[in-house]
């Protein structure tokens, strides 16, 4: 089976520009969650996505934003980048019910310069 | 506002000894509690949960303990092996919501 797969691996911008990132979750689950892990930070909170509806955003600005497909994969969108976006941003999948946690995927490393 | 905190950055034990990695945590509403372990380059694995209704919870080498009325969990390894080498993170939830992750701790196990 499959896990979480995300693209891209790393991904360079400029201050300014729009980064997407991508998810797939893993087969059958329905429930999409993104985090960021800046440095020194752990895991932040970004969005929460189930059925194709965001369920719960965290304590992040506008310029975040996403979405989930039919297929249950997610896009994280991140307009106007700032160089503190630099980060690893993780995606998860569950099945819906959190009593066995997320599996994650490997992140994708956003390095804006 | 960090809900879930890691106090100790980092956590050297000798091979076969006890690691202990502690975690606190401030909304009284969690009531669901994991570890996860995360080695570099790769996404953070699930590691043992707990539910607020339990005090502890075991699976093999890795004992989950939670003190609600301190808010207080931890997470003890025993023994320890060097492929226990990584960054733990705990995380709490409430009411089957998203999870927030403490900052982690970066155990280090000396063979």
């Known amino acids: 089976e499959a896990g979480v797969t995300q693209s891209p691996t790393h991904l360079i911008k400029t201050r300014g520009q729009q980064a997407t990132l991508r998810c797939s979750p893993i087969?059958?689950?329905?429930?999409v969650y993104w985090y960021q892990q800046a440095l020194g930070l752990g895991l932040q909170f970004l969005l929460w996505?189930?059925?194709?509806?965001?369920?719960n955003r965290g304590n992040f600005p506008p310029r975040f934003s996403g979405r989930q497909f039919p297929n249950y994969s997610s896009e994280l969108n991140v307009n106007a980048l700032e160089l503190e976006d630099s980060a690893l941003y993780l995606c998860?999948?569950?099945?819906?019910?959190?009593?066995?946690?997320?599996?994650f995927g490997s992140g994708t490393r956003l390095t804006v310069v | 506002d960090q809900q879930v905190k890691q106090n100790s950055p980092s956590l050297s034990v000798q091979e076969g000894r006890i690691s202990i990695l502690n975690c606190d945590y401030t909304?009284?509403?969690?009531?669901?509690f994991l570890w996860y372990k995360k080695y570099p380059a790769e996404g953070p694995t699930f590691l043992i949960s707990?539910?607020?209704?339990?005090d502890k919870n075991e699976d093999g080498r890795f004992t989950v303990f939670l003190n609600k009325s301190a808010k207080h969990l931890s997470l003890h390894i025993v023994p320890s092996q060097p492929g226990d080498s990584a960054v733990y993170f705990c995380?709490?939830?409430?009411?089957?919501?998203?999870?927030?992750f403490g900052t982690g701790t970066s155990l280090t196990v000396i063979p």
């Open positions: 707990i539910s607020s209704i339990k």
């Open positions: 996505y189930d059925e194709g509806e965001e369920r």
């Open positions: 909304n009284s509403m969690f009531d669901y």
């Open positions: 995380a709490a939830s409430a009411e089957g919501n998203q999870f927030y």
């Open positions: 087969s059958g689950h329905t429930s």
């Open positions: 998860a999948s569950s099945l819906g019910g959190l009593r066995y946690g997320y599996t």
